[in-house]
């Protein structure tokens, strides 16, 4: 009888000791299916912007317009993604859609609704280069603007000091024409005078 129980707590041990090997092998799979798992979904819900920004550089017109139909499509169903997305069609320079100011403002809205960790650490680099080059470029516009506005001042100026000296002329040669006709009056006066007497 000491056999069989022996026998009993070694067979004990031994699906024990399996049992623990399994817990131990088996743990870190389900831990890593839940990452993978988790990873997956987060995957599915995110586009790497950069990845995407690259995409659309290489898109004819024609292509970024349907890109854009369904962008717009997308984000009327809700979906972040489009959004972001949208922002970049926006900012793209040869977009139907271009608009520094338009990209800006809903940048910094979206920036304002949700927090960085929607954005992993390279899209949040991305979106980070694209704030300060829309900051940048609104600058230069605005610094164009001024110096368009300053032109028109000057060139307004020169015109109204064109303007002025063109009357000043014409007075003057009025007044020359006048005085012209006055002496050859007075000439012709002097030689009626000279001629009787």
């Known amino acids: 009888m000491n056999i069989r129980l022996?026998?009993?707590?070694v067979c004990l041990s031994i699906n024990k000791l399996i049992s623990l090997i399994l817990v131990i092998i088996l743990f870190p799979a389900c831990q890593l299916y839940n990452a993978d798992n988790y990873e997956a979904t987060f995957a599915a819900n995110t586009v790497n912007y950069g990845q995407y920004y690259l995409a659309l550089k290489k898109l004819s017109e024609s292509d970024l317009l349907l890109e854009i139909k369904q962008q717009k499509i997308k984000k009327t169903r809700g979906s972040l993604e489009a959004e972001i997305n949208l922002l970049l069609l926006y900012s793209l320079p040869n977009s139907?859609?271009?608009s520094s100011y338009s990209t800006k403002s809903q940048l910094n809205e979206?920036?304002?609704q949700h927090t960085n960790s929607l954005f992993s650490s390279t899209d949040q680099a991305f979106v980070t280069l694209l704030k300060d080059q829309l900051n940048q470029?609104?600058?230069?516009f605005q610094q164009l603007i001024e110096q368009e506005i300053e032109s028109n001042k000057q060139s307004a100026k020169h015109l109204v000091n064109q303007k002025y000296q063109n009357n000043k002329n014409a007075e003057?040669?009025?007044k020359?024409?006048?005085?012209?006709?006055q002496i050859n009056q007075l000439k012709k006066?002097?030689?009626v005078i000279n001629e009787h007497g």
């Open 6 to 9: 022996i026998k009993f707590k």
């Open 96 to 98: 139907p859609i271009q």
């Open 110 to 112: 979206q920036l304002k």
């Open 137 to 140: 470029q609104l600058y230069l």
């Open 172 to 174: 003057l040669t009025l």
């Open 176 to 181: 020359i024409n006048e005085l012209t006709n």
């Open 189 to 191: 006066i002097e030689q």
